[in-house]
Structures are given as structure tokens and as C-alpha cells.
């Protein structure tokens, strides 16, 4: 049930999360694609985030490895970079606004704005009904003209973002409209870790 009140503790440990040294890339295609991000303007201190489309998974990167790795979804009409295709777009991006650091979890958002409905963790699994952008929004920009950046191709004016979702129980699987969701937990992580510090994207 869709609620407007306070919700319950958050729960423990995500399942989506991936125990460390089980990690779905070795270190040095790590440090090989942190490299590249490095050579794009990523700082040393930055973090790249890499969603792997065939995997399914969201992996985060710094300069000494992976960090951590959570279960996600790109777009359940595959990848593509077309204004209105609902496709998951590839290639380099950067996070350039981060949104809802100050809101509480399940935290639904309109447009990017709070608005009145916080969901209960209960409701993170949701069939049918609306499909939700929850509790934090990392919006990204594309780093590549013609393949991610401007014209028809923008993934910033697509509005793609990494967020969390009320369809948790799809994750690890293709399902959303073109972004890429988390759970709720783990985007709050996500967010937390990335506080303070430069984010590349890349979606491959």
C-alpha cells in the first residue's frame, strides 16, 4: 500500500548485494576500464560506476578495485540511445545531479521532485501498478557527442538516472523504461559512497 507517512525500518542487508571477492569482473579488466575512465577526466580519487547489460549488474570501481556490486535492470526494451525509445543507452556518462540525499527511503519523486508518497519497505515489490522512481536519483549525462550527447541521442534530456524502485523483485533482470534501477538500499549506498566525489558511468 502506497503510503504518505513515516514507513517501517528500513531492512537489512539487501540480497541484491554481492558479497565481497565474488565479484563478476577480475581486477584488472577493473583497473583496464577504470583506466579509460581515467583518461576521459575522471579524477584519481573518483568512482566509476559499470552497468553491465548482460550481467545485470551494477558494479562500483575506484582507483584500488571494486567496491561493491548490486543486482539491477536496464530497460526491458534493450539498449538504444534514441529520444522516446525507452532503451537503456550505452557508453560513457558522468552523474552531473544528484538528487534526494535528504529524503528518507522509499521517498517517491515527480519529475525529480518529492512529492507526498513514501512507500513502506513492504511495497518495494510491487506487480503492476505505477512504476516508481524512489528514494534517491543519480541523473546522468552522456560524455560522448553523437552516441549519448545532444541531438536525438541525449541522455540527460532522456531523464536516465540510476534510482531505486518499487519493483525490487525484478531486479537482476531487464525491466524499467530506460534507466537503470537499484533497490532502495542500495542506491542509498550508492549515494553514500559517491558522496563528495567525481562519478563516471559507464553502461556497456
Same mark, same amino acid.
Request: net charge neutral.
Given at each position: 500500500?502506497?503510503?504518505?507517512?513515516?514507513?517501517?525500518?528500513?531492512?537489512?542487508? +539487501?540480497?541484491? =548485494?554481492?558479497?565481497?571477492?565474488?565479484?563478476?569482473?577480475p581486477p584488472a579488466e577493473a583497473a583496464e576500464v577504470f583506466g579509460e575512465a581515467l583518461r576521459r577526466g575522471l579524477p584519481a580519487n573518483g568512482l566509476?560506476?559499470? =552497468?553491465?547489460?548482460?550481467?545485470?549488474?551494477?558494479?562500483?570501481?575506484?582507483?584500488?578495485? !571494486?567496491? %561493491?556490486?548490486?543486482?539491477m535492470s536496464s530497460s526491458k526494451y534493450g539498449t538504444g540511445n534514441k529520444v522516446g525509445s525507452n532503451q537503456t543507452p550505452l557508453g560513457w556518462h558522468? !552523474?552531473?545531479?544528484?538528487?534526494?540525499?535528504?529524503?528518507?527511503?522509499?521517498? +517517491?519523486?515527480?519529475?525529480?521532485?518529492? @512529492?507526498?508518497?513514501?512507500?513502506?519497505?513492504? @511495497?518495494?515489490?510491487?506487480?503492476?501498478?505505477?512504476?516508481? !522512481?524512489?528514494?534517491?536519483?543519480?541523473?546522468?549525462?552522456?560524455?560522448?557527442?553523437?552516441?549519448?550527447?545532444?541531438?536525438?541521442?541525449?541522455? $540527460?534530456?532522456? %531523464?536516465?538516472?540510476? $534510482? &531505486?524502485?518499487?519493483?525490487?523483485?525484478?531486479?537482476?533482470?531487464?525491466? +524499467?523504461? &530506460?534507466?537503470?534501477?537499484? +533497490?532502495?538500499?542500495?542506491?542509498?549506498?550508492?549515494?553514500?559512497?559517491?558522496? &563528495?566525489?567525481?562519478?563516471?558511468?559507464?553502461?556497456?
Amino acid at each position: 500500500m502506497n503510503r504518505a507517512a513515516t514507513p517501517a525500518p528500513i531492512p537489512p542487508a +539487501s540480497a541484491a =548485494a554481492i558479497p565481497a571477492k565474488r565479484f563478476s569482473i577480475p581486477p584488472a579488466e577493473a583497473a583496464e576500464v577504470f583506466g579509460e575512465a581515467l583518461r576521459r577526466g575522471l579524477p584519481a580519487n573518483g568512482l566509476l560506476v559499470v =552497468a553491465d547489460i548482460r550481467l545485470q549488474r551494477l558494479l562500483v570501481v575506484e582507483a584500488a578495485g !571494486v567496491v %561493491c556490486e548490486y543486482a539491477m535492470s536496464s530497460s526491458k526494451y534493450g539498449t538504444g540511445n534514441k529520444v522516446g525509445s525507452n532503451q537503456t543507452p550505452l557508453g560513457w556518462h558522468r !552523474v552531473s545531479e544528484r538528487i534526494g540525499g535528504d529524503q528518507i527511503h522509499g521517498r +517517491s519523486f515527480t519529475s525529480r521532485r518529492p @512529492d507526498p508518497v513514501v512507500l513502506d519497505p513492504a @511495497d518495494w515489490r510491487s506487480d503492476g501498478g505505477r512504476d516508481y !522512481v524512489l528514494t534517491r536519483i543519480l541523473w546522468l549525462t552522456g560524455l560522448e557527442p553523437g552516441v549519448n550527447a545532444g541531438g536525438t541521442v541525449d541522455s $540527460h534530456e532522456r %531523464c536516465i538516472y540510476i $534510482h &531505486g524502485t518499487n519493483q525490487e523483485h525484478l531486479l537482476g533482470q531487464p525491466a +524499467s523504461h &530506460g534507466c537503470i534501477r537499484l +533497490s532502495n538500499r542500495d542506491v542509498m549506498e550508492l549515494y553514500d559512497v559517491a558522496e &563528495g566525489r567525481e562519478v563516471y558511468c559507464l553502461i556497456r
